[in-house]
């Protein structure tokens, strides 16, 4: 009987590839194990088991499997369907959704060992230089790797020098395959058994009456034991009684002690010390509204305002949920926010939370993996970033969207370009459970599918805690104060009385400016030349920190310049604004304050996050600077002023949802000040402070800036109103991106008519030497989603048969809003 398996191989192909197994294998695979595969000529790749079957592939030879990974399925049934849909909602490969959703420790890959040939007689005299320097090195050490060749030739692409070798047999290549998952061990030591007795210990400490230094750690083993009825620990032994690795391991040597290793987690949190807080008569009745929304329909918008107290409802809705033994996904859109969470939740519910998102290292992601995969005491509570929305639940019971308006729930690069929130909405559903979405500024598509639709529940609450006011907010015309001469800097005279008054009172401050570095451009006030990107259409970025100009899209560096690439005059200025000129300038107008900057420069590193929040939190920090990190739920309890250095960069930007997020950019960011007893000032700088936007932020109008901005999405057919979906054309040549993306929308137009935008070029065309073209398809709600797509599917398919067409990248993104 011949038995074969379909697989998903963790690469972007469209279709599953069919290997052979053995009758034995047969039995013992199950669906969502991992197998090591052989493809292509040398390649060994990770794949997983989708299907089980007796029929052999028509097209091609079935090769065999190398081996099988898993003893039990590291992926359920429910969750490569939920996947399927992934792939095919947001157009994108199998492969594509594995590669992102597995841990890589999980996806083994071969490495490429290059090794002598020992069986050929090779005259050294007919190698080139490089070919005779990897021949010479393979004498010295068994085996190289393509990273070792790279090294030892100072050259990036070793093929050429391979493929020569192996015409001449002069070497030949393995495949090794490595495993990257490794548990964490700890060291521990014990007395072994014969030293227990009296008579055999004192012996033993006469005999080390010459090494006082082991004398030590042996009696300060005894002193931990007695201290604590625990396993002691190799470093703790260390610790207490200064000694070395060296000495213990001579004890050892001795027989006197046993070391041992036992298996650890990597992340793990105390036991739970708060009790449920008493929730407030809003509260309670926003969460009774839950569950009466609960009861018709699948999912609920709570739009609650700024410190309105909605974390303590998900509490309680957790802990419902967790009496019932199901598991919770709370899904929040920034790293930096799970921080403060983590501290908040591990106090109701201790170990039984588990936080997954991309700064955790591969192994505490496997961790996190399996403890929900078994449906672990220790993750009855997954928190994390959008990524966890892809976890191999079994017993899911309720999902929690925090801050469900957040663009970052969004998936731009690489595919599947999925979209958090919609999908955790989908994940409910396959769970047959309730979502619960959560936002002080909703999303347009959430409001419009409660308010309109009548899709969604949805539960208003109005009041922050403890009653204490909206904060004030007041807009500062920099027109005027430019005018009058009342700025410093670029600090208007209302702002900097404020910080001074906030600082006197011993409150701390937020500033915020949605953009990193000092400045975004380096202008020659002779002639006017700024430096551009070699390889992005975009200017470089000044960063005074280390003095250098750099490219926010392709990482390119140089140093400052001194004079001008063009004129050669050394009369250069910044133009524009970033997070480190408003700190240089906050760090000479108020030299006795503390200053902390919150960009992506500055939380790069694993605990860079914590270590901000908490000095900010502890009131190390009086003056904290920050991007659109500042502004998604975080709580900071003493903050009384916040600042929006200027509003225009969000108004201007050439966006459809411009106006919406910069409304819920400055109304976050508001709600950060003044969460207690006094009521909090927001200034908000702009040129143009009478802009429809800003006025609505300053009354705190949410349904006034819904009615307007729906109006304009009606009128010019825009989401939620109509959907869509982006084409985007990409490759280094300009005049085959223009010939391509011409042919593209012509196909396009002849199967949507009107409803296809483009092609256009994006404000930054050019991206590390790419050039890229948009097309929309705008879809309106009568029209079939999959039909619309299929259409697409069949257009980019023909186009990729145009053999002048076939080098340029077509990137769909299915809702790319």
Not at 297 to 326: C, F, M, P, R
Not at 504 to 528: H, K, M, V, Y
Request: hydrophobic content about 40%; proline content about 4%; charged content about 25%.
């Amino acid at each position: 009987m011949n038995c074969f398996i379909d697989v998903i191989l963790p690469i972007p192909l469209e279709r599953n590839f069919t290997y052979a197994i053995t009758p034995a294998e047969f039995e013992f695979l199950e669906i969502g194990m991992r197998v090591a595969v052989p493809f292509g000529k040398s390649k060994v790749y990770t794949a997983l088991v989708f299907d089980k079957h007796q029929n052999p592939p028509v097209i091609y030879e079935a090769k065999e499997i190398h081996q099988i990974l898993d003893d039990t399925p590291i992926v359920t049934i429910k969750q490569l369907e939920f996947w399927k849909w992934i792939a095919n909602y947001y157009m994108c490969t199998l492969g594509d959704v594995i590669r992102a959703a597995l841990p890589s420790a999980f996806l083994l890959e071969s490495e490429t060992n290059i090794l002598r040939n020992t069986l050929a007689n090779i005259d050294e005299d007919s190698l080139r230089d490089d070919e005779f320097l990897v021949y010479d090195a393979l004498q010295h050490q068994s085996s190289l790797s393509v990273q070792d060749l790279s090294k030892i030739l100072d050259k990036k692409n070793t093929l050429p020098v391979i493929k020569r070798l192996l015409e001449k047999k002069a070497i030949k290549i393995e495949e090794e395959i490595y495993e990257k998952y490794k548990p964490k061990l700890i060291k521990y030591v014990k007395i072994n058994a014969q030293y227990e007795k009296e008579t055999a210990l004192q012996e033993f400490l006469e005999s080390l009456v010459r090494a006082p230094k082991q004398r030590q750690i042996v009696l300060g083993f005894f002193a931990l034991n007695a201290a604590s009825s625990k396993p002691i620990k190799v470093s703790d032994l260390q610790k207490s009684t200064k000694g070395t690795v060296a000495q213990i391991k001579s004890l050892e040597a001795k027989g006197f002690f046993e070391v041992y290793h036992l298996q650890t987690d990597r992340v793990s949190f105390d036991t739970a010390t708060l009790k449920d807080k008493v929730l407030n008569t809003y509260q309670e009745k926003a969460l009774d509204e839950i569950y009466e929304n609960f009861k018709t329909k699948n999912v609920t918008l709570l739009h609650g305002v700024t410190s309105s107290g909605k974390t303590e409802i998900y509490v309680k809705l957790i802990t419902d949920v967790i009496a019932q033994g199901k598991q919770v996904l709370f899904l929040v859109p920034e790293i930096a926010l799970t921080t403060q969470l983590v501290q908040r939740l591990s106090g109701y519910f201790g170990n039984q939370i588990a936080v997954y998102h991309s700064r955790y290292s591969s192994n505490e992601r496997v961790e996190v993996w399996n403890y929900v995969l078994q449906n672990s005491e220790k993750a009855r509570v997954v928190l994390g970033a959008r990524s966890a929305v892809l976890l191999p639940f079994k017993d899911l019971g309720l999902i929690i969207i925090d801050e469900e308006h957040e663009q970052s729930y969004k998936q731009f690069d690489p595919a599947p370009r999925y979209h958090a929130r919609d999908t955790a909405i989908v994940l409910a559903n396959s769970f047959k459970t309730k979502t619960l979405l959560g936002s002080a500024t909703p999303s347009l598509e959430s409001y419009f599918n409660a308010i309109k639709e009548k899709k969604y529940g949805f539960v208003a609450l109005k009041r922050r805690f403890n009653d204490v006011l909206m904060p004030e907010i007041e807009l500062v015309d920099l027109k005027d104060k430019y005018k009058r001469k009342c700025m410093k800097g670029h600090f208007s005279d209302r702002m900097l009385m404020e910080m001074s008054q906030a600082l006197e009172n011993d409150s701390q401050i937020i500033l915020f400016q949605n953009r990193r570095g000092f400045a975004p451009i380096l202008e020659c006030n002779t002639c006017g030349h700024s430096p551009q990107c070699p390889n992005c259409d975009v200017s470089l970025t000044y960063h005074q920190y280390r003095n250098q100009l750099r490219c926010h899209y392709c990482s390119h560096q140089i140093a400052m310049l001194q004079k001008c690439l063009a004129c050669g005059s050394p009369d250069m200025d910044t133009k524009g604004l970033g997070t480190q000129q408003i700190e240089a300038e906050v760090q000479v107008l108020f030299p006795e304050a503390k200053v902390a900057r919150m960009d992506l420069d500055t939380t790069r590193g694993k605990y860079s996050y914590d270590r901000i929040i908490a000095n900010f939190e502890q009131h190390e920090v009086d003056i904290l600077i920050g991007t659109q990190m500042v502004t998604k739920g975080l709580d900071f309890r003493n903050v009384k002023l916040v600042g929006i250095m200027n509003a225009d960069n969000m108004l201007n930007f050439p966006d459809f949802r411009a106006h919406e997020r910069s409304f819920q950019l400055m109304q976050q960011v508001s709600g950060r000040a003044g969460r207690t007893k006094e009521r909090g000032k927001v200034l908000i700088q702009s040129f143009n402070p009478f802009h429809k936007i800003l006025q609505q932020v300053s009354s705190n109008d949410y349904s006034g800036m819904f009615f307007e901005q729906l109006e304009e999405r009606y009128n010019y057919k825009y989401p939620p109103i109509f959907r869509i979906i982006k084409i985007t054309l990409r490759h280094s040549d300009y005049n085959k991106i223009e010939t391509g993306a011409d042919w593209f929308t012509i196909a396009l137009r002849n199967m949507f008519k009107a409803n296809v935008l483009g092609p256009e070029f994006p404000p930054v065309a050019r991206i590390r030497n790419q050039y890229h073209k948009n097309i929309l398809v705008k879809i309106p709600q009568e029209q079939s989603l999959k039909k619309t797509k299929d259409a697409i599917i069949k257009i980019k398919n023909s186009f990729s048969s145009v053999k002048d067409f076939r080098p340029i990248k077509v990137v769909i993104n299915v809702d790319n809003y």
